[in-house]
C-alpha cells in the first residue's frame, strides 16, 4: 500500500492506494482521515489588457499551461486560424479564432497556468 496526499479545490486529503489488486475483485478503502483544508494560493491578478484592447475574445476552450502564441498584435488572422495553443491532459491544443480579424491584445504567455473560459486573446 502507498500513501498519497492529494489536493483537490483547495482541500488536502490523505489518500492509502493498494497495489496488485488485478483480479477485477472489488478492494475494500482503507479508512483515511481528511486532512484539514489548506488556504489556496492566491490567484494572480487578472492581466490588463492592451490599450488597443479587440470587442472579440478568444478564451480557452479547456484548462492548461500556454505553450505559444501563434498570432502577435497587429496579425490578421482568418475564422479558425490558430491564435494560441494550450496544454492540456499532454497534448497540444490551439485556441482558434472565433470570426475573421485583426489580434487586438494579447492577454497571456507561455507557461501560464489558465482555467478553462480564460480570455487569451482579444480581436478586432
Do not use: F, H, Q
Request: charged fraction near 20%.
Amino acid at each position: 500500500m502507498k500513501n498519497y496526499t492529494i489536493t483537490v479545490n483547495g482541500n488536502v486529503y490523505d489518500v492509502v492506494v493498494e497495489e496488485g489488486a488485478t483480479s477485477g475483485a472489488p478492494v475494500a478503502a482503507a479508512p483515511v482521515k481528511k486532512a484539514a483544508p489548506v488556504a489556496a494560493a492566491p490567484a494572480a491578478a487578472p492581466k490588463a489588457a492592451s490599450a488597443g484592447a479587440g470587442s472579440i475574445k478568444v478564451e480557452a476552450g479547456a484548462a492548461g499551461k500556454v505553450v505559444r502564441i501563434e498570432a502577435n498584435v497587429g496579425t490578421a488572422v482568418k475564422k479558425g486560424d490558430p491564435v494560441v495553443i494550450i496544454e492540456s491532459m499532454k497534448m497540444e491544443i490551439p485556441v482558434v479564432a472565433p470570426e475573421d480579424g485583426t489580434v487586438a491584445s494579447v492577454d497571456c504567455a507561455p507557461g501560464d497556468a489558465i482555467e478553462a473560459g480564460a480570455l487569451l486573446a482579444t480581436l478586432n
